[in-house]
């Protein structure tokens, strides 16, 4: 391949860069108007913030609940990753080494699973969680994010299972390893970039949910950043400032959990993990 010149590669740089920047916009835009007040926002002088100032986010964490929810968000999310996550790895393994009519329509089973709209199933979940406390629990909303996330997780766990060798299997079968033997210590090592893609689409979901919160969640002390960031939009003003300080701050987790495992995504664990 011909290399390309010093003033082709600045050339692609910038025009990557711009791509970037036209893409970021709006949360550029968030950010930047987080930073100026209510009047400056609506008065629209400028993009830059002119005197550029830290009162929203001051007033947001002094003076409203978002704290709280941002631990219940967070704690939410992770507990549904978690449990859809246990489930979907053994599940996914499964499909992806067992082949039987059983399994099979599980598979086609979790299609269906995923075509059904969640906003049906609410209100026989909303009579189902009353006489047993769950209304305005975290467990409540952790419980149906799992379950949302599960037939989504499983697939992509079932596909991530189908890269990695058998071969890898055998040879821990004939070293005297079971199967269960085999699957936790030589395959679910091995899918470590795999699961954390999963974790990732699974704590997204979780995290930015607002539907299903709103209606379990009705406390201030249980609501989840999605639910709890409507309350700057009142009835006859918005604040502005502080809505935007806060959905900056709300990207936050999902920022550094991608940055954690972003070195997992792209490591090539099984790579050469077979030789011919």
Known sequence: MRKRTPLARWGLTAFVGVVVVVINLPIIVMVLNSLQTNEDILARATLLPSHPSLQNYTFLMAETPFL?????????????????????VLAGYALSRFRNRLLDAYGTALF???MFPIILALIPLFLLFRPLGLIDNPLSVIIVYGIINLPFVTWM????FDTIPRELEEAALIDGCGHFGAFFRIVLPLSGPGLAAVAIFAFLLAYNEFFVANVFLRTQQAMTLPVGIQMFLQQFATDWGSLTAAASVTMLPTLILFLFVQKFITHGAIAGGVKG
């Open 68 to 88: 709280t929810y941002l631990r219940n968000s967070v704690l939410t999310a992770l507990g549904a990753t978690g449990f859809s996550l246990a489930c979907a």
């Open 112 to 114: 269906a699973v995923q």
């Open 157 to 160: 766990a079932r596909s991530y």
